[in-house]
């Protein structure tokens, strides 16, 4: 089946033969689109000029010189009517008053390179007052704002407990400043804080370890200070794992062999790190 051509009146020819000698494609085709009410594309319009041999008459490379697009009373009014207007405003001012499509880039492009300006600074005049003045901060209060001394209604208590995402750690929210944020509550191991209460702070090179190998039980029976080469050696040991009965004899295993300077490493036997030659 054989396409219909797209067929153009004498007076749209001619339009885009002396549009085309001023204009480039990009700006041809909203300028013939303004004039006729048409919705034609850049690829039909450049297929229409050469159907017809409509040629721009510039010699290959030769770029269109930007002043070419405006006549000088298009010019002129810019000049008069940019002033005070924003870009926007301006380019729908100017396609109306010529009927034409030009676009606010278009527009900004031209009044730039040609030195055209708003006479706005973005600056407050002299004796100009600003819109916020006297309000306190962004803005003012409004419904949803914080009222003076409120508590959301999701703030926890002192004592109010969670389980840590990260360590599988139970964390109890107590009066201690944060010493990240400066806060004057924080939330803390719940093992550790038990422990500082009952016994004082945590030695350095020590740690808070459970008995019965279970972190969610904060009991202080439960709880015992141990150095860190102790729990690497009940770690090796796989002590959570090991039976009730038999922890006791592995947690004093693990304590002699982090004195005598032994790791214990399954599977291949037991090495000497600590030596001295």
């Given at each position: 089946m054989k396409m219909k051509r797209n067929r153009y009146s004498p007076e749209q020819?001619?339009?885009m033969r002396t549009g085309y000698a001023t204009m480039a494609i990009r700006q041809l085709t909203p300028a013939f689109n303004a004039e006729f009410g048409e919705s034609k594309?850049?690829?039909q319009l450049k297929a229409a000029l050469n159907n017809h041999r409509i040629t721009c008459g510039r010699k290959y490379g030769e770029r269109i010189h930007f002043a070419h697009l405006y006549t000088e009373e298009q010019v002129q009014f810019l000049r008069d009517n940019y002033q005070?207007?924003?870009?926007?405003?301006?380019?729908?001012?100017?396609?109306?008053?010529?009927v034409a499509a030009m676009t606010v880039l278009q527009i900004k492009a031209f009044v730039s390179n040609r030195g055209i300006t708003s006479g706005r600074t973005g600056r407050f005049g002299k004796g100009s007052k600003p819109w916020n003045l006297g309000v306190k901060g962004c803005m003012g209060a409004n419904p949803t704002s914080f009222k003076k001394g409120s508590v959301p209604p999701n703030r926890k208590p002192l004592g109010a407990e969670r389980i840590c995402s990260k360590d599988g750690f139970v964390l109890v929210k107590i009066a201690e400043t944060n010493p990240y944020?400066?806060?004057?509550?924080?939330?803390?191991?719940?093992?550790?804080?038990v422990w500082e209460q009952n016994h004082g702070p945590v030695p350095k090179g020590h740690v808070v370890?459970?008995?019965d190998g279970d972190k969610l039980n904060c009991e202080p029976g439960n709880l015992m200070l141990l150095t860190r080469k102790e729990l690497l050696c009940l770690n090796l040991h796989n002590y959570r794992e090991t039976p009730d009965e038999l922890k006791p004899?592995?947690?004093?295993?693990?304590?002699?062999?982090?004195?005598?300077?032994?790791?214990t490493n399954p599977g291949r036997g037991r090495k000497k790190v600590d030596n001295k030659r």
């Open positions: 020819l001619e339009f594309t850049e690829r005070g207007r924003s870009v926007a405003e301006l380019t729908a001012l100017f396609n109306e008053r010529f944020t400066g806060f004057p509550t924080r939330y803390k191991h719940k093992h550790v804080h370890s459970f008995r004899s592995v947690l004093a295993l693990a304590k002699l062999e982090a004195k005598a300077g032994i790791r």
